[in-house]
């Protein structure tokens, strides 16, 4: 796919996703999530981590509401459904970890775009907004999904109802996002977090994925008999092999995803 909204490149087994429309502070329309999800995909096959950020001020403003020649009559059901959905589940089902470097303001579907990540790293001058309902609309793109497993839902509720920002050092003090850093340095802070992933047991990560998901289902039983079955399949890799050898030598382990 010939990518117009995006930035797409693969260096050193890190894919890196940038929005690329900074004129409408990267806001999603048909086009982009298409090629958002295209690149995930791609970057789930043929790199270690995937990272989305934004070019500009902003990481993503959400739904471009001049996506259509007359929004009022958006069927924002069947957006969602056929757009936003194959975006979220190509993040959300991605088989390295997924990273959303946010860069600047994440609002609406741009919000919840960013926690549909695997990890979410901020810069302190970002943030968050929940704005759906400032226009009579309820959280979506998983918003309602994301938001109570990441803030709780006396947060999640507050967020939601009554459309407030939250800042960067607000999300990441209530568990919402994985940290937030100071601008100075910012890029090279993620990119450092990116290389530390890539350099990783890839194997270990995606069976780490599907066991803390697969632990909001279970109950202690159903987990322990998880947890036993994914690490009996970590045992038997060449990372497992590896990271005991290196660990008995002392020195860095040199994982090859496998």
């Not at 990441?150 to 507050?158: N, S």
């Not at 020195?251 to 496998?258: D, K, L, N, S, V």
């Given at each position: 796919?010939?990518?117009?909204?995006i930035?797409?490149?693969?260096?050193?087994?890190?894919?890196?996703?940038?929005l690329?429309r900074?004129?409408?502070?990267n806001?999603?329309?048909?086009q982009?999530?298409?090629?958002?999800?295209?690149?995930?995909?791609?970057g789930?096959r043929?790199?270690?981590?995937?990272?989305?950020?934004?070019?500009?001020?902003?990481?993503?403003?959400?739904?471009?509401?001049?996506?259509?020649?007359?929004?009022?009559?958006?069927?924002?059901?069947?957006?969602?459904?056929?757009?936003?959905?194959?975006?979220?589940?190509?993040?959300?089902?991605?088989p390295?970890?997924?990273?959303?470097?946010?860069?600047?303001?994440?609002?609406?579907?741009?919000?919840?775009?960013a926690?549909s990540?695997?990890?979410?790293?901020?810069?302190?001058?970002?943030?968050?907004?929940?704005?759906?309902?400032?226009?009579?609309?309820?959280?979506d793109a998983?918003?309602?999904?994301?938001?109570?497993r990441?803030?709780?839902?006396?947060?999640?509720?507050?967020a939601?109802?009554f459309?407030d920002?939250?800042?960067?050092?607000?999300?990441?003090?209530w568990?919402?996002?994985?940290?937030?850093?100071?601008?100075?340095?910012?890029?090279?802070?993620w990119?450092?977090?990116a290389?530390?992933?890539?350099?990783g047991?890839?194997?270990?990560?995606?069976?780490?994925?599907?066991?803390?998901?697969?632990s909001?289902?279970n109950?202690?039983?159903?987990?322990?008999?998880?947890?036993?079955?994914?690490?009996?399949?970590?045992?038997?890799?060449?990372?497992?092999k590896?990271?005991?050898?290196?660990?008995?030598?002392k020195?860095?382990?040199?994982?090859?995803?496998?």
């Open positions: 796919m010939q990518y117009d909204t930035l797409f490149d693969i260096t050193d087994d890190i894919a890196t996703v940038t690329n900074p004129d409408v502070m806001a999603l329309n048909t982009m999530r298409a090629e958002i999800t295209d690149a995930v995909q791609t789930g043929e790199a270690r981590v995937v990272v989305l950020t934004g070019a500009g001020r902003a990481f993503c403003s959400g739904q471009d509401l001049g996506d259509r020649a007359n929004a009022a009559n958006l069927d924002l059901e069947r957006t969602l459904r056929d757009e936003y959905v194959p975006m979220l589940r190509a993040i959300f089902d991605c390295v970890p997924t990273i959303s470097a946010v860069n600047g303001a994440a609002a609406g579907a741009g919000a919840n775009l926690l990540a695997d990890v979410v790293i901020a810069t302190e001058s970002a943030f968050f907004l929940q704005a759906f309902t400032r226009i009579g609309l309820i959280p998983g918003g309602t999904w994301f938001l109570p990441q803030m709780g839902l006396a947060k999640a509720m507050g939601a109802l459309a920002k939250i800042s960067a050092k607000q999300a990441d003090d568990g919402m996002i994985w940290e937030s850093v100071p601008d100075a340095g910012f890029d090279a802070h990119k450092a977090r290389a530390h992933l890539a350099k047991p890839s194997a270990a990560y995606a069976r780490v994925k599907q066991a803390l998901r697969g909001f289902e109950d202690i039983e159903a987990q322990l008999a998880l947890e036993a079955k994914l690490q009996g399949q970590c045992g038997k890799t060449r990372d497992f590896e990271g005991v050898v290196a660990f008995l030598e020195r860095p382990a040199h994982y090859e995803g496998r």
